[in-house]
């Protein structure tokens, strides 16, 4: 008893001391990180609380003009497009991990499979990410032009009537995510294709040898494996997909009738077009705490992906 005892507190003590900071022995190593924790404090923190301050305050070109207490959120919460842009956000974030997020897994699970030509796949897929945002959605608003469009031309062959892919209120959003999908799919498919070559090939050329078909592979070992790495991408995916504004902004503007217009989106109208300052930093803060709830998620997973490897 008193054996056990000394020795859960010896393991006490050595926690403690691994927790501790020995600021003798890490001060030099702290003082060499000072100079960019006050870049990262100066270039992420200050601006965040400049944000949470004119959130509060009316602020133009001018200049700030005064305290306003709540005013701007409750102008905020009192239009109608606050709650149609987050509902456009959800619809968004779901049309991504339906339609989106299996894309890049099964590029990353064939390609592991192309044992000649992976390296050059892995190049054919990361090419879209490589071409500039702008460039690539002016090419997608040739694809999606209503008359001579290359998907309307197609449906023509098959006589099927032409679509009005980014003036139909139920088209615009799928087709906007078919072009997040295409741009983002690249990297991942790269981040999924390393996780996959982590895996000892061992147990690959075990279950080939046990007659595991290739169907068989990807189930029972390729998978579960990467479960971890899946479950961080999709929380990553639903951060990114909900600050989406680039596409909407070059491609609909918002529309038709404000169904792919999003939280980023009504923060650059508020701030740029009608240089309301005020109201985009409380929109800016509205999405600082929904976003934060999907952050401390992406921290739990990797930390427990971390803790498995």
Avoid: C
């Avoid at 003082?31 to 004119?54: E, K, M």
């Avoid at 006589?159 to 139909?168: A, K, M, R, T, Y």
């Avoid at 169907?215 to 990114?240: K, N, S």
């Avoid at 038709?256 to 109201?279: H, K, M, Q």
């Amino acid at each position: 008893m008193t054996s056990t005892v000394t020795a859960a507190t010896d393991l006490n003590v050595n926690v403690t001391s691994r927790r501790r900071i020995h600021w003798r022995k890490q001060g030099v190593a702290y003082l060499f990180l000072l100079p960019a924790l006050i870049v990262f404090t100066l270039v992420t923190w200050y601006p965040i609380l400049r944000t949470i301050l004119y959130s509060f305050q009316e602020v133009n070109v001018a200049g700030v003009q005064g305290w306003v207490g709540f005013s701007n959120y409750v102008r905020m919460f009192g239009n109608p497009i606050f709650y149609t842009a987050w509902q456009n956000t959800l619809v968004y974030v779901l049309l991504s991990l339906v339609m989106g997020a299996m894309v890049p897994i099964a590029l990353a699970l064939m390609i592991n499979e192309m044992r000649g030509l992976s390296s050059f796949f892995q190049t054919i897929v990361y090419l879209p990410t490589l071409i500039p945002i702008t460039v690539g959605l002016i090419v997608w608003r040739q694809i999606y032009r209503p008359e001579g469009g290359l998907l309307n031309s197609l449906l023509g062959l098959m006589n099927l009537p032409p679509q009005l892919w980014l003036q139909d209120a139920l088209l615009a959003k799928p087709a906007l995510i078919v072009i997040m999908t295409w741009i983002g799919a690249g990297g991942s498919t790269l981040l999924y294709l390393y996780a996959l070559r982590e895996i000892p090939t061992e147990l690959f050329e075990a279950a080939e040898l046990d007659g595991f078909s290739v169907l068989d592979r990807v189930l029972y070992i390729a998978l579960p494996l990467l479960r971890h790495r899946i479950q961080i991408m999709l929380v990553l995916q639903v951060i990114i997909v909900a600050q989406v504004f680039t596409e909407p902004f070059v491609l609909t503007g918002g529309g038709p009738a404000n169904s792919t217009t999003s939280p980023v989106l009504e923060i650059y109208n508020a701030a740029f077009t009608r240089t309301d300052f005020g109201l985009a930093s409380a929109w800016g803060v509205s999405m600082l705490v929904a976003l934060s709830a999907f952050s401390i998620l992406y921290i739990v997973f990797t930390r427990k992906d971390l803790d498995q490897d």
